[in-house]
């Protein structure tokens, strides 16, 4: 009875005061640089990147959610990367949101002679589909005071779609600064998505908007001797009435054989504690975040941490493209 009045109490906030609809999050969000900002498109050492992302969330709560994401993207020699991605997230037992992207990006804006310090615009084209299956739904009118719920009564709620396609435009851009001979290489971005606020076409009533998602991120990789760095970072975002903060840091390290390891955690405010472990073999990166919720939620209903597995493969020609390339942090 507990959880059931804690999501009665979360749904009826969205519908009072959102009145829209809020886009999935990641805690690895660096690792699916599209979802992100779309200037991060073509943001590795390397010639061609496959990431993938997978995010179990809230599994204690009504179904809680999941989220798996696919993303591509390939550099060119004339300052222009092009990618290409999908998002699926699962909510409850009936629901699901899927954004498919293709983005561009521009990386010939220079401010010095050597081309360490860059300014990158992208550009992000694609649909946001949501769905919902209605016989999973359980309304006011199939509950009675003496039995409860009885699936055998019908439902009067009428819905004109149960799906919805609409067309999704989003930029942004990044700025930062390679240059070898500096300790500390700052790195900065700013993306804007859902730019024409598409409607939902649920019902032709209906008034809910898909609110543009205004984002803020960045950081500084600290050089604290050859093989050893730290990178401070942080992301805020906010859509709609919903916003998030994380801050936090991760160090990385050489290992053995041609092998990194990363560590580190952020903290989302108010809301989890992600702690971070990654590792580097080859041309593979291998992610692991887990959030420990410390929210209100959290405190009243047991087991509603997250957990979030990514894996990352970048082709190749050469064994190194040099300093002059910005090496995307992986939060």
Request: hydrophobic share 40%.
């Amino acid at each position: 009875m507990k959880k059931i009045l804690i999501i009665i109490s979360i749904i009826s906030v969205s519908i009072g005061q959102l009145k829209a609809q809020i886009d999935p999050h990641l805690s690895q969000y660096y690792v699916y640089p599209s979802w992100l900002n779309p200037a991060l498109t073509g943001a590795f050492e390397g010639d061609f990147r496959v990431s993938g992302v997978y995010r179990n969330q809230w599994s204690n709560v009504a179904e809680g959610f999941n989220a798996a994401g696919l993303s591509a993207d390939v550099k060119t020699n004339k300052n222009l990367n092009f990618g290409a991605s999908v998002l699926q997230q699962n909510a409850g037992a009936g629901y699901s949101y899927l954004m498919a992207n293709a983005s561009a990006s521009y990386s010939g804006l220079r401010f010095d002679d050597q081309g360490y310090k860059r300014l990158v615009f992208g550009l992000q084209l694609g649909v946001v589909n949501r769905k919902f299956d209605g016989s999973k739904f359980q309304f006011g009118n199939q509950w009675d005071p003496v039995n409860g719920y009885n699936a055998g009564t019908g439902s009067t709620e009428n819905f004109e779609n149960l799906s919805s396609s609409v067309l999704d435009i989003g930029t942004g851009a990044v700025y930062y600064d390679a240059d070898p001979s500096k300790k500390a290489n700052i790195f900065a971005g700013f993306s804007l998505s859902h730019l024409t606020q598409p409607k939902s076409n649920f019902t032709s009533q209906s008034d809910e908007i898909l609110p543009i998602r205004y984002t803020v991120h960045g950081g500084v990789n600290i050089n604290l001797s050859e093989g050893l760095s730290i990178v401070p970072n942080a992301l805020y975002l906010r859509q709609g009435n919903a916003s998030e903060t994380m801050v936090g840091a991760y160090a990385q390290m050489d290992g053995l054989a041609g092998t990194d390891v990363m560590f580190g955690a952020n903290y989302r405010l108010n809301d989890a504690i992600v702690p971070y472990l990654g590792l580097t073999v080859k041309n593979l990166v291998f992610g692991f975040s887990y959030d420990f919720n410390n929210s209100d939620l959290g405190k009243n209903v047991s087991n509603v941490n997250s957990t979030e597995f990514s894996i990352s493969y970048v082709f190749r020609k050469t064994k190194t493209l040099g300093a002059k390339q910005f090496i995307c942090p992986r939060f």
